[in-house]
């Protein structure tokens, strides 16, 4: 059974910093590129970060580039995000993703490029 797992979130001050990770299981992810999202209220999943889990291929959104960092650690089966200089505009529920056997390189922004996804973690930043 596919499984994505998010941990890591919590409230935290403006300029502080988090570590979110995801243990992905069920199958081989090699081949996969696994994304993050994210959900503030009232607002659409948007796209925070991407990379292939072999490595490489990393992609973020213009409003968190230079603050956050997506690794891999392929012996532990997790993905990583790292995230720093936290804003209140952060605050949100954050979710990974594997990308679907279709996955485009070129709409890695999409969610419709997904088709796993976690539960979610919750993210809160308070100014």
């Known amino acids: 059974q596919v499984q994505l797992v998010e941990s890591g979130g919590g409230v935290v001050q403006a300029g502080d910093s988090l570590r979110l990770a995801c243990v992905a299981s069920?199958?081989?992810?090699?081949?996969?590129?696994m994304g993050w999202f994210r959900r503030a209220p009232g607002k659409e999943r948007e796209f925070v970060a991407s990379?292939?889990?072999?490595?490489?291929?990393?992609f973020y959104a213009d409003s968190v580039k230079g603050r956050f960092t997506i690794s891999t650690d392929r012996a532990k089966n997790t993905l990583y995000l790292q995230m720093k200089n936290l804003k209140p505009t952060d605050t949100a529920a954050y979710y990974c993703?594997?990308?679907?056997?279709?996955?485009?390189?070129?709409?890695?922004?999409?969610?419709?490029?997904?088709?796993?996804w976690g539960r979610g973690t919750q993210v809160t930043v308070s100014s």
């Open positions: 993703a594997a990308g679907s056997p279709y996955y485009s390189l070129y709409e890695y922004y999409k969610t419709n490029q997904y088709d796993f």
């Open positions: 069920g199958r081989s992810w090699n081949d996969n590129y």
């Open positions: 990379m292939r889990w072999s490595g490489g291929r990393i």
